[in-house]
C-alpha cells in the first residue's frame, strides 16, 4: 500500500487506462507539452505521444464536442476540462448530444466518454474560477456523475468510468490534488454507484461529497471529543446515487446533516435533503439540517471566501441544531 | 448542366435521380400527413434541396464513411439508404420507428448506415461530426465524414472552433453549408458579413467551394474531389447554393419571402433539370420516368401504411435506452 495524492492517483488511472485499451486518450488544454494544468496528465505524453495525450486549442465547446464525435465512432476519450468553469462553455455539448444520443437514436449509439477536471470552490479566485456546478451534471439524465474524495477512490473511480460505456462526469478539486492518501498497489476499481461509509457511528449522520467529506470528518472527530457518535457517508457518485446506503445511515441514527459546498438553491445537496425527507420521515428525530455555500458568487478576499463556504464550525452547528444541544449550536 | 461531367456510370446517375425523386415524395407524404395530424411538433421538410444530400451521399462508401445533419434530416437518412417505412413511421412516433419513436422527425439515426443524426440544436452536430473524423483518423480507416448544416448554423462558434480543429489536425471531414437563404425566417444577408461562405475556409486554411445546389452533377463533382482530398486529410467547406420549397418548419406563414422567389427557384426545380438533362442526353425516357414515379409513389404509400399500422411504444420504453 502507497500513499500516494490525489493528482498522482488520476494519473496512475489514467496511465493504465491507456495502457490497457489503446482506444483511450486525453485531450484538452494544456494535457501535453504542459503536463496537465494541474499536473494530473504528468509523464503522459513523453509515454503515448501525441496522437494520444492531445492538446487543444482554447475551445471548450470545440474540443468537448469532438469527444462526443469520436465515442459515437468508437473511440473512448478522456475530455480534461481545466476546471469545470469552463466547461459551461460545452454545456450544450454535455447535456444536448452526450447525455441523449443513447436515447435520442433508440439505443442504436453510445457515447463511452469521461469529462473531468476540478470544481468546486478554491482559493484567491473570485467569482468566475471558484463555483461548484456538481448539480449541472447530477440534473441530466444519460450521464453519470462520480465525486472521489480520496486518493483511492478518485483512482478507483476513474478507472470505472473510463471502462463505463456511457458519459461520465468526474469532479476533482483544485484543493484535493496535493491530499495524500494510502492507494492499494494492486489494481481495483471502485463501482460507480456506490456510497462509502467514511466513518461509523450512531448519533447522527453527516454526508457529503467531494472536497467537504473532510470538513465532515473533520466535525466527527470534534463531536466524538464531546461523547457524541457521527457517521459520515461520502456519496461519491451523485448519478445514480446510493440512496440505499444513505437511507440505511439515516434510519440507524435517526438525524441527518448535508453538507455541500454549492449555492443552496436547486443543488445537490437540497435533493439530497429531499430524498432523506421522503425517505426517513418516519424516523426523523429532527427535520434535516443542510450546510451549503453561502448564496452569493465567491469573492476574492480570503476572509469573505471562506465565509462563504462551509466550514467545520457550520457542520457543528447544524449537527447541534439536529440533536437539539444548544451547547454545540452555539459553541 | 454540362455534358461533361457525365463521367457517371448511367445506374448511378439513375439512382441519383431516384433518390431525389424519393426525397421528394417522401417530404410531401410527410407534409400530408402532418396535416392530417399524424405527426405532431416539429417537422423540417428538405423540398427543393434534395440534389444537395442525393448528390453528396451518392460519393460515399458507408461501410466506413459517416453522415451527420441538422434537424432537416429526411432526405439525408433516405440518401444514406434509410428504409422509407422506419422513417415514416418515426414521424408517427411508432416503435418501429428508426429510433423507435423516441427522435421524430429531427432525430433520425441509422448507425447501421453510419448515419448519426438528425440534431437538433443549431449547428451542435459540427463538432461532434469533427470528432467521428477524428476517430476515423486515429484508427487509421480512410474514411472520411460529411458535416451538413444549413446557413443558419453558419455564425456559431462551434462551427468556427471545429473548423480550426479539422484544420490543425488534418482530419478527414468535408462541411457542406446548405444555404438554403433562409435562417428560419431570417435573410442569411442581413445576418452574415460577408455574402459568401466559401470565403471562410480560407481563414482557417482550408479549400472553399462554391456550388449550385439546384444542379445535383456540380454537387456531385465538387464532393467527389472534396471526398478525395479529405481522404489524404485535407478538409474542406462547400457552400451548396440551394431553396427550400416550404417553409422552416409546418407552422411558419412565411411572410418573409415572396411567391415570386419561390416560383422562381421552382422553375429551376433539381429534380425537372436532372430529369431534362438525362432525357436530352438520351439515359431516361418518358416511360422510365413514369415508373420511377410510380415505384416511389407506391413505396411512400407502403411507407404509410406501416407506420399507421405499427404498435405505440409500450409505456415502460419511456426508462429504455437512456443509460446503457
Given at each position: 500500500m502507497a500513499e500516494m495524492t490525489y493528482r498522482d492517483a488520476l494519473n496512475r488511472a489514467l496511465d493504465e487506462e491507456m495502457k490497457r485499451?489503446?482506444?483511450?486518450?486525453?485531450?484538452?488544454?494544456?494535457?501535453?507539452?504542459?503536463?496537465?494544468?494541474?499536473?494530473?496528465?504528468?509523464?503522459?505524453?513523453?509515454?503515448y505521444g501525441p496522437k494520444r495525450v492531445r492538446d487543444t486549442p482554447i475551445s471548450e465547446l470545440g474540443f468537448t464536442g469532438l469527444g462526443v464525435g469520436a465515442a459515437l465512432a468508437g473511440l473512448r476519450p478522456v475530455?480534461?476540462?481545466?476546471?469545470?468553469?469552463?466547461?459551461?462553455?460545452?454545456?450544450?455539448?454535455?447535456?444536448?448530444?452526450?447525455?441523449?444520443?443513447?436515447?435520442?437514436?433508440?439505443?442504436?449509439?453510445?457515447?463511452?466518454?469521461?469529462f473531468r477536471g476540478p470544481n468546486g470552490p478554491a482559493e484567491?479566485?473570485?467569482?468566475?474560477?471558484?463555483?461548484?456546478?456538481?448539480?449541472?451534471?447530477?440534473?441530466?439524465?444519460?450521464?453519470?456523475?462520480?465525486?472521489?474524495?480520496?486518493?483511492?477512490?478518485?483512482?478507483?473511480?476513474?478507472?470505472?468510468a473510463?471502462?463505463?460505456?456511457?458519459?461520465?462526469?468526474?469532479?476533482?478539486?483544485?484543493?484535493m490534488y496535493s491530499w495524500k492518501g494510502e492507494v492499494p498497489d494492486q489494481e481495483f476499481l471502485i463501482p460507480i454507484g456506490k456510497a462509502r461509509v467514511a466513518r461509523e457511528g450512531s448519533d447522527l449522520t453527516l454526508i457529503s461529497f467531494s472536497k467537504p467529506?473532510?470538513?465532515?470528518?473533520?466535525?466527527a472527530e470534534k463531536l466524538a471529543e464531546k461523547g457524541i457518535s457521527a457517521e459520515v457517508i461520502d456519496l461519491r457518485s451523485l448519478r445514480p446515487l446510493d440512496e440505499e446506503t444513505l437511507a440505511a445511515s439515516v434510519r440507524k441514527t435517526h438525524r441527518a446533516v448535508v453538507i455541500d459546498e454549492a449555492w443552496p438553491m436547486a443543488s445537490v445537496g437540497a435533493t439530497v435533503s429531499h430524498l432523506i425527507m421522503s425517505r426517513c420521515f418516519d424516523v426523523l428525530d429532527a427535520p434535516v439540517e443542510f450546510v451549503s455555500g453561502e448564496d452569493v458568487p465567491m469573492p476574492y478576499n480570503?476572509?469573505?471566501?471562506?465565509?462563504?463556504?462551509?466550514?467545520?464550525?457550520?457542520?457543528?452547528?447544524?449537527?447541534?441544531r439536529v440533536l437539539y444541544r444548544e451547547d454545540l449550536s452555539n459553541g | 448542366m454540362k455534358s461533361e461531367v457525365i463521367a457517371y456510370p448511367k445506374d448511378e446517375l439513375l439512382s441519383m435521380l431516384r433518390t431525389m425523386q424519393r426525397i421528394r415524395m417522401f417530404e410531401e407524404k410527410a407534409g400530408m400527413m402532418y396535416g392530417q395530424r399524424k405527426i405532431g411538433g416539429f417537422c423540417h421538410l428538405y423540398t427543393g434541396q434534395e440534389a444537395v444530400a442525393a448528390g453528396a451521399i451518392s460519393v460515399l462508401d458507408l461501410t466506413k464513411d459517416y453522415v451527420l445533419t441538422a434537424y432537416r434530416d429526411h432526405g439525408h437518412a433516405i440518401a444514406c439508404g434509410m428504409d422509407p417505412k422506419k422513417a415514416m413511421a418515426e414521424l408517427f412516433g411508432k416503435v418501429t420507428g428508426c429510433s423507435r419513436g423516441k427522435g421524430g422527425s429531427m432525430h433520425f439515426f441509422d448507425a447501421s448506415r453510419h448515419f448519426l443524426g438528425g440534431n437538433g440544436i443549431v449547428g451542435a452536430q459540427i463538432p461532434v461530426a469533427t470528432g467521428v473524423a477524428f476517430a476515423q483518423q486515429y484508427q487509421g480507416s480512410d474514411g472520411v465524414t460529411l458535416c451538413f448544416f444549413g446557413d443558419g448554423a453558419f455564425h456559431q462558434g462551434a462551427l468556427h472552433e471545429s473548423f480550426n480543429l479539422a484544420r490543425i489536425w488534418n482530419l478527414p471531414i468535408v462541411y457542406i453549408v446548405e444555404n438554403n437563404q433562409w435562417g428560419m425566417g431570417t435573410s442569411w444577408k442581413k445576418v452574415s458579413a460577408v455574402h459568401d461562405f466559401s470565403r471562410t475556409a480560407e481563414a482557417y486554411g482550408m479549400a472553399g467551394y462554391a456550388c449550385e445546389g439546384m444542379d445535383v452533377l456540380e454537387v456531385r463533382r465538387i464532393v467527389d474531389m472534396a471526398v478525395a482530398e479529405a481522404r489524404k486529410g485535407n478538409p474542406s467547406l462547400i457552400e451548396a447554393r440551394?431553396?427550400?420549397?416550404?417553409?422552416?418548419?409546418?407552422?411558419?406563414?412565411?411572410?418573409?419571402?415572396?411567391?415570386?422567389?419561390?416560383?422562381?427557384?421552382?422553375?429551376?426545380?433539381?429534380?425537372?433539370?436532372?430529369?431534362?438533362?438525362l432525357e436530352k442526353e438520351g439515359i431516361l425516357d418518358e416511360s422510365a420516368w413514369r415508373q420511377i414515379e410510380e415505384d416511389t409513389a407506391r413505396e411512400m404509400d407502403e411507407a404509410v401504411r406501416f407506420a399507421e399500422e405499427s404498435p405505440e411504444p409500450a409505456l415502460l420504453e419511456l426508462y429504455a435506452d437512456i443509460i446503457v
Open positions: 485499451d489503446e482506444r483511450v486518450f486525453l485531450i484538452g488544454e494544456e494535457v501535453g507539452e504542459y503536463d496537465g494544468a494541474y499536473k494530473v496528465s504528468r509523464g503522459l505524453l513523453a509515454k475530455v480534461e476540462w481545466m476546471t469545470h468553469n469552463f466547461a459551461l462553455l460545452a454545456l450544450d455539448q454535455v447535456v444536448n448530444n452526450a447525455a441523449k444520443m443513447r436515447q435520442m437514436s433508440g439505443g442504436q449509439l453510445s457515447v463511452p466518454i469521461v484567491y479566485l473570485a467569482a468566475q474560477h471558484s463555483q461548484s456546478f456538481a448539480a449541472y451534471w447530477m440534473h441530466v439524465p444519460g450521464l453519470l456523475v462520480v465525486a472521489p474524495a480520496t486518493p483511492a477512490d478518485a483512482y478507483g473511480l476513474l478507472k470505472s473510463i471502462r463505463n460505456d456511457n458519459p461520465v462526469v468526474v469532479l476533482e478539486a483544485e484543493l467529506v473532510r470538513l465532515a470528518e473533520q466535525a480570503h476572509r469573505l471566501e471562506l465565509a462563504a463556504q462551509p466550514s467545520v464550525e457550520k457542520v457543528l452547528k447544524a449537527a447541534g | 440551394t431553396y427550400r420549397y416550404k417553409g422552416h418548419s409546418m407552422s411558419d406563414p412565411q411572410k418573409y419571402r415572396t411567391r415570386e422567389e419561390i416560383d422562381a427557384y421552382r422553375a429551376r426545380d433539381a429534380i425537372a433539370l436532372f430529369r431534362a438533362f
